[in-house]
């Protein structure tokens, strides 16, 4: 079966990190419930989720295998959440609509729709992971965790340190030929979950404010479009690079115009 171009393929997800940028809402359960959870070490779970792909999943034989069972479990869960309660229009009957979108993405993989749909799912969990880390850390510790993480990207993928640890995190499978929603492929580009989440992080970082979280989200869509040219040389992109630079757009914006609220 014929699969989407690569061009097609790269932009599409470009545009799914604005989107993720701008559906996260103000999820008050999360807040209250977990207030007492709030710590500012929370903000270096993008960073070390990164940094264990590039040196441990290669160390430790079973960890993609692993990492493919945690994100079958937690990703749907999530969707759940997303759709029921953590970004904007949400409501509790809607979760439901995760259950068909991973019965397609079952059905019907390394096709159009299955690609689809596991995309979805894996975008909507990233948008609740999202809203659950700004309820549990501090939004300055939040903003420069995402700055090292975009930094931190940049250095493993110069030093080529992602790509074997990627490929084999890719190529792991759950049994039953079930989803992989470990990482995101659609048509014929591939982007880490990691890419995603930094993106729901953001839009979470900006949902009290929704006309700069509207102007971050479009902002990340030019950056990571404008990146993506960077495929015409090479072969892989730091793709959290245009989340971290429009988040800090946005914020020197903010500072020229008005004092910064800390959420």
């Known amino acids: 079966?014929?699969?989407?171009?690569?061009?097609?393929?790269?932009?599409?997800?470009?545009?799914?990190?604005?989107?993720?940028?701008?559906?996260?809402?103000?999820?008050?359960?999360?807040?209250?419930?977990?207030?007492?959870?709030?710590?500012?070490?929370?903000?270096?779970?993008?960073?070390?989720?990164?940094?264990?792909?590039?040196?441990?999943l290669l160390r430790v034989a079973d960890a993609p295998q692993g990492l493919t069972y945690l994100a079958l479990s937690a990703v749907p869960v999530l969707a759940v959440a997303a759709l029921g309660?953590?970004?904007?229009?949400?409501?509790?009957?809607?979760?439901?609509?995760?259950?068909?979108?991973?019965?397609?993405?079952?059905?019907?993989?390394?096709?159009?729709?299955?690609?689809?749909?596991?995309l979805a799912l894996t975008a909507l969990s990233c948008v609740a992971l999202g809203v659950i880390l700004v309820a549990l850390a501090p939004a300055s510790v939040i903003r420069a965790g995402i700055v090292v993480l975009a930094t931190a990207d940049v250095v493993l993928v110069a030093a080529d340190l992602l790509q074997h640890p990627n490929s084999a995190l890719v190529a792991a499978h759950p049994i039953a030929q079930l989803p992989r929603l470990q990482s995101v492929q659609f048509g014929s580009a591939i982007m880490g979950y990691g890419d995603l989440f930094a993106a729901g992080v953001v839009g979470a970082l900006f949902a009290s404010r929704p006309s700069e979280q509207r102007r971050a989200a479009v902002l990340i869509v030019v950056l990571a479009l404008v990146g993506d040219l960077a495929f015409l040389r090479i072969s892989e992109f730091p793709a959290t690079v245009p989340v971290a630079v429009g988040m800090l757009l946005v914020d020197v914006r903010r500072r020229r115009t008005g004092p910064v609220t800390s959420l």
Do not use: K
Not at 16 to 21: K, R
């Open 85 to 118: 309660w953590a970004m904007h229009g949400a409501r509790p009957r809607y979760a439901v609509a995760a259950v068909p979108l991973f019965a397609v993405a079952w059905a019907w993989p390394a096709t159009l729709g299955g690609d689809t749909a596991a």
């Open 1 to 56: 079966m014929p699969t989407l171009p690569f061009w097609c393929s790269i932009v599409v997800l470009s545009i799914v990190q604005g989107a993720l940028v701008a559906a996260p809402g103000t999820w008050p359960w999360a807040r209250t419930r977990l207030a007492r959870f709030r710590s500012g070490w929370w903000a270096l779970v993008p960073v070390a989720s990164l940094v264990g792909v590039a040196f441990g």
